[in-house]
């Protein structure tokens, strides 16, 4: 990324040129890239990141002042916002297949929780999934890996959805599926990053 001052000689560019350079910018500084068209923007990897990018998101505006303020001296370090660096630093964890911290650093001491046991009901174009905890809950949320290949493991490139445990059950309901079988494996995760009990695969049919 090259950052630039008075881009293309005015005080704001932005946009593409033949198809090659974009201007932009980011926090008030003007940048200049190539333009980049992914290959697959539905892969695995891409899918799982993007689960967590919409957990984190939505997870950062229910932290408390504490949590937030535990990001600021990070965020100062690479001058940029304290919920850049929260996720920034969690993307990285989960590049790492690490679950994700509320506060900085990631301590990893408190209850990833137990397997749960998750009843997997396909219906037309989705399956509805009902996560009932284990003996421990986790402190923060679940963890669901899919896959059309039973026997899979799970990991960061089949992660399909990131969600908050709102009690138990917590029901999932995961959309726009071809018909077909599916597999699904769950596991919790703490608040300060630590990962839980994996539950056995279970299995939807999709029409």
Do not use: C
Request: proline share 6%; no cysteine; aromatic share 12%.
């Amino acid at each position: 990324m090259v950052k630039l001052h008075g881009p293309m000689f005015s005080l704001g560019a932005s946009g593409t040129i033949g198809d090659a350079v974009t201007f932009a910018s980011w926090k008030g500084r003007a940048y200049a890239r190539e333009r980049v068209i992914p290959s697959n923007p539905m892969s695995g990897p891409q899918v799982g990141m993007r689960a967590m990018m919409k957990f984190l998101a939505q997870a950062w505006d229910a932290l408390g002042a504490p949590a937030k303020a535990s990001w600021v001296l990070r965020a100062a370090a690479s001058n940029i916002s304290p919920f850049n660096a929260y996720v920034g630093y969690n993307q990285a964890r989960w590049r790492s297949f690490a679950g994700p911290t509320q506060d900085f650093p990631a301590a990893e001491a408190h209850a990833g929780g137990d397997a749960p046991t998750t009843t997997a009901t396909g219906g037309i174009h989705q399956a509805q999934l009902s996560i009932v905890d284990g003996a421990t809950p986790p402190t923060s949320g679940w963890f669901i890996y899919r896959s059309d290949v039973t026997g899979f493991t799970p990991g960061y490139d089949n992660l399909v959805a990131v969600v908050h445990r709102v009690g138990t059950p917590t029901v999932f309901i995961d959309a726009g599926l071809v018909a077909g079988v599916y597999y699904y494996r769950i596991g919790g995760f703490s608040d300060d990053g630590k990962k839980g009990v994996l539950e056995a695969q279970t299995t939807a049919t999709v029409t």
